[in-house]
């Protein structure tokens, strides 16, 4: 747990989430933000910023991300998905909690990351 994480205060439930899926190192829930109907982040229940410094439990969250999208993509109907880590500032991440995006996408909807 890291103080002032957005992601760890989720984790620790204090900021309400729309949970799609929870183990004992792994939280899935609905981005407030979504690109699409159903986009949902994969995050590992202890803090680290990037893969790199989770080299232990980041398999485990790319395994249950994979597991996870045939669901994620059923559940909208959605033609594929993009499922992707943005790994480190340089690559788009904003917030500092190792996450993967599940993004259902539908034929031509331009939404590629
Ligand atoms: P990044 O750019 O770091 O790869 O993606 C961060 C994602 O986290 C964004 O898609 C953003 O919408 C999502 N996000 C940021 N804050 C929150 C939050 O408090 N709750 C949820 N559910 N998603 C968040
Ligand atoms: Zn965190």
Redesign the pocket.
């Known amino acids: 747990m890291s103080e002032d994480c957005?992601f760890c205060s989720?984790v620790a439930g204090d900021?309400p989430?729309r949970t799609v899926y929870e183990d004992d190192e792994v939280l899935a829930?609905?981005?407030?933000?979504p690109l699409a109907e159903g986009h949902t982040?994969v995050i590992p229940k202890e803090h680290g910023e990037q893969v790199a410094d989770l080299p232990e439990v980041a398999p485990t969250v790319f395994q249950r991300a994979a597991e996870l999208t045939p669901a994620v993509r059923d559940a909208v109907d959605a033609d594929g998905t993009t499922v992707a880590v943005?790994d480190g500032p340089a690559a788009?991440?904003?917030?500092p909690h190792l996450?993967v995006?599940i993004v259902p996408r539908e034929e031509g909807d331009g939404a590629g990351m």
Do not use: R, S, Y
Request: proline share 0%.
């Open positions: 957005i989720i900021i989430n829930f609905l981005d407030v933000n982040l943005n788009g991440q904003e917030v996450h995006h």
